[in-house]
Nanobody, 114 residues
Framework: VQLVESGGGLVQPGGSLRLSCAASGFTFSRYTMNWYRQIPGKGRELVAGITSASGSINYADSVQGRFTISRDNAKNMVYLQMNSLKPEDTAVYYC????????WGQGTQVTVSS
């Protein structure tokens, strides 16, 4: 299983970023995919999750209405569109799948600062 995140960077408050996660090594279309984030010194927080056929989507309260998770099962990709970014969204963002055990990508840094 391999998960590779991309799309992080530095953005001003109120700005937008789109994170991408390329997945391989398992039957992508059958599994729920998640985005987590981690601030140094704190545990990982579930940001959003999307079930296999996009039938169910959930968001952390802190990002509801600002972030949108989506997936493309034909491309084995999951995305996180982040709008109206706030300084408190600054974190390393990780793609996650539970395929027997939890697998994680290497993470992509998102920094929201003026």
């Amino acid at each position: 299983v391999q998960l590779v995140e991309s799309g992080g960077g530095l953005v001003q408050p109120g700005g937008s970023l789109r994170l991408s996660c390329a997945a391989s090594g398992f039957t992508f279309s059958r599994y729920t995919m998640n985005w987590y984030r981690q601030i140094p010194g704190k545990g990982r927080e579930l940001v959003a999750g999307i079930t296999s056929a996009s039938g169910s989507i959930n968001y952390a309260d802190s990002v509801q209405g600002r972030f949108t998770i989506s997936r493309d099962n034909a491309k084995n990709m999951v995305y996180l569109q982040m709008n109206s970014l706030k300084p408190e969204d600054t974190a390393v963002y990780y793609c996650n799948v539970v395929y027997g055990i939890a697998y994680w990508g290497q993470g992509t840094q998102v920094t929201v600062s003026s």
